[in-house]
T-cell receptor, first 111, second 115 residues
């Protein structure tokens, strides 16, 4: 399975943009890049996904490198509610249906 | 409101006493699954179901059973719980398992303690 590498933790000030990086140098051409987050004491929550092109939704933006070996989740204006563990996950049609969460990045947002 | 519900949210039990954790979704999803989350080990899949009457093992199925008699429900059964099954359990669902761009929806979690 293609694996992802994320920093263990990051810190941001409230109302500033946050760029959460993810490296996936062994990504295959059919892997989708998904991001989920887990707020304290809650279940994981879908954030965004993409394949090749950059993607935007109401929660965040996903910037995918041209060679697809890395991606960045962008929170445009961090709020205290965005403090969570963020998981970058590759979904490969050939490697089963489970989401492989890994350790993720713990984002701290300070007022 | 579209959601995945789990019951109970918290449970303390003793070794060997059979228990069932229920999971229900109201989104007409075909795919449902169970995960457990443990410190340092992250989330690991226990069982999953592609549709009614179709279930299969995930990464850590030992000590668990599941059933999928109706599309909306996917209970997790611990026939003889042991302390190593003390964990935080999450149920998840998505519309189609085979479409790998589909998002998965997670329940709020069930914290189980086995003494």
């Amino acid at each position: 399975d293609a694996k992802t590498t994320q920093p263990n933790s990051m810190e941001s000030n409230e109302e500033e943009p946050v760029h959460l990086p993810c490296n996936h140098s062994t990504i295959s051409g059919t892997d989708y890049i998904h991001w989920y987050r887990q707020l304290p004491s809650q279940g994981p929550e879908y954030v965004i996904h993409g394949l090749t092109s950059n993607v935007n939704n109401r929660m965040a933006s996903l910037a995918i490198a041209e060679d697809r070996k890395s991606s960045t989740l962008i929170l445009h204006r961090a709020t205290l509610r965005d403090a969570a563990v963020y998981y970058c996950i590759l979904r490969d049609p050939n490697s089963g249906y489970a989401l492989n969460f890994g350790k993720g990045t713990s984002l701290l947002v300070t007022p | 409101e579209a959601q995945v519900t789990q019951n109970p949210r918290y449970l303390i039990t003793v070794t060997g006493k059979k228990l069932t954790v229920t999971c229900s979704q109201n989104m007409n999803h075909e795919y449902m699954s169970w995960y457990r989350q443990d410190p340092g080990l992250g989330l690991r899949q226990i069982y999953y179901s592609m549709n009614v009457e179709v279930t299969d093992k995930g990464d850590v199925p030992e000590g668990y059973k599941v059933s999928r008699k109706e599309k909306r429900n996917f209970p997790l059964i611990l026939e003889s719980p042991s302390p190593n099954q003390t964990s935080l359990y999450f149920c998840a669902s998505s519309f189609h398992a085979g479409q790998f761009y589909n998002e998965q929806f997670f329940g709020p979690g069930t914290r189980l303690t086995v003494l």
